[in-house]
């Protein structure tokens, strides 16, 4: 981890955002802050307070720091801050892969996993619907209100007892509010060439999408001028089928476009 982002990374995209020698406190190196994030993600830790615990306790960590230990909030930051410059590293990584014939391009593989996030159920929906709950919000307020102010003038304990027991609310159970997360695959080392996630439970719309993205990474990268007219097969489960559209293969040995 230390070699490849010394030496074979390219991390000026992250340097215009970590310029303040004029003024404020100096800024973690982005080097630093990256070692720690992919490390933490290698070993499947992906809270930024868990990282910093690392960054304080695990010798590994703080080999790879230089002993020094990044707030969470700086960790956190660095990731949702850096979407695009995290994306153009991953095409770096994904580079460096290729230079070190690890991947075959023989076959990719899609699949993907329901990811659940930090969303609440009780506030998705479309403005109208976050209208009409906020509405009813406003009138609970109203209403506990008045509870409170009648409990200020219960005059006995069991006046007040009932109203306590008037005042508790039930909370909804259901479905679990998150991402659809697709991977895909190289077949000769298991190395991910794309990962993205869609806000669709349903697979079947997004094949076509992520095959798009894959093959335009490769060009982008001088890889392969269209990597799937080279014979490189694609495996995907029954849930990417879409019986709206020729699948993919009969396409490609018909040389239809991919948005078709």
Request: proline share 2%; charged share 25%.
């Amino acid at each position: 981890m230390h070699y490849l982002i010394e030496h074979k990374l390219d991390l000026s995209v992250f340097h215009p955002k970590y310029r303040n020698d004029a003024t404020g406190r100096l800024a973690y190196d982005p080097a630093i802050l990256l070692k720690i994030i992919l490390f933490a993600y290698s070993k499947g830790i992906t809270s930024s307070r868990e990282m910093q615990w690392c960054c304080e306790t695990t010798i590994i960590f703080k080999a790879l720091t230089c002993d020094t230990v990044p707030h969470f909030t700086t960790l956190a930051s660095f990731v949702s801050r850096h979407a695009d410059e995290i994306e153009a590293l991953f095409e770096q990584v994904l580079l460096v892969c290729h230079e070190q014939g690890l991947l075959g391009n023989e076959l990719f593989a899609i699949d993907g996993c329901k990811m659940s996030s930090d969303a609440s159920k009780e506030w998705s929906g479309t403005f109208k619907e976050l209208g009409e709950k906020r509405e009813k919000l406003r009138g609970l307020i109203r209403y506990h209100l008045m509870e409170y102010y009648a409990r200020d003038e219960a005059e006995t304990e069991a006046d007040l007892d009932r109203g306590i027991r008037r005042a508790k609310m039930t909370t909804s159970k259901g479905t679990i509010q998150g991402y659809n997360g697709l991977a895909t695959v190289d077949k000769k080392h298991q190395i991910i060439i794309d990962a993205q996630a869609f806000d669709e439970g349903q697979e079947h719309q997004t094949l076509q999408l992520v095959m798009r993205t894959v093959e335009s990474r490769f060009k982008k990268l001088g890889m392969a001028e269209s990597i799937y007219q080279k014979g490189t097969i694609v495996t995907a489960d029954i849930g990417f089928a879409n019986p709206m559209w020729p699948t993919v293969s009969h396409q490609r040995r018909h040389g239809e476009p991919m948005s078709k």
